[in-house]
């Protein structure tokens, strides 16, 4: 098989070692929390991330430009890392790749060997310019214009930008911008540098979280921006330059989830191997550990699973996995979030206060799930899209991956993979009743097949994560195995909840055959499979909380 994209393992390595010697240095937790209290962006830290010694910026940029060439996988790594540390240094560096974005996919050669090998080798902050004070989920619903400017032989030499972008990370320290603005062809992106007349800056944001990253709006009046930095030459593909990325710049946002809710957690758990109450340590006691500790460590390694399988999917050049990138952000931001908050219970008061940091950790997670597309957004993309594609394939499009599961279950019987089979096929058969009874109508019916289908698609990367595991004969295998079958029981638990809400959720009881055809559905979910997959639940739950308390 073809080597896939990217950086060689070791390398990626000492990326992350660089990284987190930087962080050690300058990044101590006090200057973090200093740059919280005081609303302060690390200019200069940012400038030596950028700087030729250190040259982080260099992983997302390809090797024609100056850069590493680094793939899906190693910059979700990154991602999780910086994240881990701190998630407003890590914001900033979102933003640069962003803004980095339209040009890598959809620039054309003269515009990359330029603005790429700047990036590169001058290291520029660059901010990505879409949301406006009215279009932010609804990006097509932009206001910002580029007029042409012609010559006197009629040829469009140059476009006047007029408008106002909100929320912009690094608005006010960035050296160059993409902004999407409607040329007459449609929307567009344009280059644009920060000393072009009539480029200024609004005020910054006093945000709730990721207090150490620049959030200001940007104001375009008249700017002058010449044809050849509309990207790729042609006007109206702007919006599809935008949704290209998403596969993995939506798995980016994931990495930060999980690299925010691990490192809270960390800490609770850290904590609770020494905190006593009641003559004990906290995490001895089971309730303790299997609500506060154990479902959150779960969660957040199925979560990595996923983004680590669909970057890899990325690497190896599978192309549309706009829907897995969704799934992706979708689970792991919303998972570091409950995760962040139940570690901020587990330290008790201590969790309340600032100088724990798991309070902190908390309030900037809650921006992963808001930028790069809100969860809600993400659960129409989900909903509607496998919706779409179960139906057009008939079933088959789950039908063959429960297939799949089953001859997993068959070589690894102690990775949940029969639960996870049998849960793809209840949301397989779900999503036709839904359809054939034109229950998709409804917001909430795909919101919830959304959350099926993604707890069943996390629960299936998992089980497979933990079956290569157990074949690696890795010491993580058995904690994995025992984690992954908890998920699997949960999801299908969750299924038959969720289907029973789709069904049912907006009939009215008069509707008697719809209730009828609903009662079906749920007796054909409802075998004896359910309470017997739960049996056990909680000595496996205790299982990885064995493991919490004696890993290193
Ligand atoms: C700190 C920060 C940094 C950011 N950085 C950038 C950046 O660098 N570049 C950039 O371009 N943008 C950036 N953004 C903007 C961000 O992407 C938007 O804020 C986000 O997409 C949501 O848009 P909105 O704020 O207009 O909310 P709205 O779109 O008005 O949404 C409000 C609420 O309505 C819900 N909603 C919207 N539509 C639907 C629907 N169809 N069905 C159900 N519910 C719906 C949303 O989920 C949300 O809960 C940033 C925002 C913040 C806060």
């Known amino acids: 098989m073809e080597r896939p994209a990217g950086l060689a393992p070791e390398m990626t390595d000492m990326v992350i070692q660089t990284l987190r010697q930087v962080v050690q240095r300058e990044l101590p937790e006090e200057k973090r929390l200093e740059l919280d209290r005081e609303d302060i962006f690390p200019l200069d830290l940012i400038r030596h991330l950028l700087s030729p010694e250190v040259g982080l910026h260099l992983i997302f940029l390809p090797e024609a430009a100056g850069g590493l060439g680094g793939g899906a996988r190693d910059i979700c790594r990154v991602s999780e890392e910086m994240a881990a540390a701190d998630l407003g240094v890590a914001t900033a560096f979102l933003a640069i790749c962003l803004g980095t974005d339209p040009i890598l996919v959809g620039g054309v050669q003269e515009q990359k060997d330029l603005w790429l090998r700047r990036i590169a080798s001058e290291g520029l902050i660059v901010a990505y310019g879409v949301t406006e004070p009215e279009a932010g989920s609804n990006v097509a619903a932009l206001k910002t214009t580029a007029d042409p400017v012609k010559d006197d032989a009629g040829q469009v030499v140059a476009y006047r930008l007029n408008g106002v972008k909100q929320f912009i990370t690094n608005g006010g320290v960035a050296q160059l911008y993409t902004i999407l603005a409607k040329a007459p062809g449609g929307p567009s992106f344009f280059i644009v540098e920060r000393d072009t007349p009539g480029l200024s800056v609004g005020k910054k944001e006093d945000k709730h979280g990721i207090r150490a990253s620049n959030t200001t709006s940007v104001i375009l009046e008249d700017v002058e921006v010449p044809a050849s930095q509309l990207v790729g030459g042609e006007e109206g593909v702007g919006l599809k330059q935008a ?156 039908e063959e991956q429960a297939a799949a599961l089953d001859e997993l279950a068959r070589t690894h019987a102690d990775v949940g993979a029969e639960a996870v089979a049998a849960a793809l096929r209840g949301l397989s058969a779900t999503i036709l009743h839904c359809h054939e009874r034109r229950l998709t109508r409804h917001q909430m019916v795909l919101f919830t097949l959304a959350d099926l289908a993604t707890r069943a698609e996390v629960a299936a990367a998992f089980a497979r994560q933990a079956a290569r595991l157990a074949t690696d004969g890795s010491p993580l295998a058995p904690s994995h195995a025992a984690a992954s079958r908890v998920f699997a029981r949960q999801a299908l638990a969750q299924l038959r909840g969720g289907a029973g809400l789709c069904v049912a959720g907006f009939l009215e009881v008069s509707d008697a055959e719809g209730l009828a055809r609903a009662r079906e559905l749920m007796d054909r979910l409802g075998d004896d499979r359910d309470l017997k997959g739960r049996a056990g ?15 290193a």
């Not at 001895?284 to 959150?296: A, D, Q």
């Not at 570690?343 to 790069?372: C, H, N, P, Q, W």
């Not at 639940?537 to 890993?551: C, F, G, P, Y």
Request: aromatic letters at 12%; a neutral charge.
């Open 243 to 398: 949704n290209a990325v998403f596969g993995y710049t939506r798995l980016m946002v994931g990495a930060f989830g999980l690299g925010s809710g691990q490192a809270a957690l960390d800490r609770a758990v850290s904590y609770a191997r020494t905190r006593q109450q009641f003559g004990s340590l906290l995490i001895e006691k089971e309730g303790y550990s299997l609500k506060l500790l154990v479902p959150h460590w779960i969660d957040l390694a199925a979560g990595r699973a996923y983004v680590e399988e669909t970057a890899l999917r990325i690497d190896r050049g599978e192309q549309d996995l706009q829907v897995e990138g969704s799934i992706a952000k979708y689970w792991c931001t919303e998972t570091g979030n409950r995760a962040a908050d139940a570690a901020l219970g587990a330290l008790g008061g201590y969790g309340y206060t600032r100088e724990y940091m798991v309070e902190k950790f908390r309030r900037d997670v809650r921006i992963t799930s808001i930028y790069e597309g809100t969860s809600e957004i993400q659960q129409s993309i989900i909903g509607l899209f496998r919706w779409k594609e179960t139906t057009r394939s008939k079933g088959a499009f789950y």
């Open 537 to 551: 639940l909680w000595q496996d739950m205790e299982l990885v909380a064995e493991h919490l308390r004696t890993s």
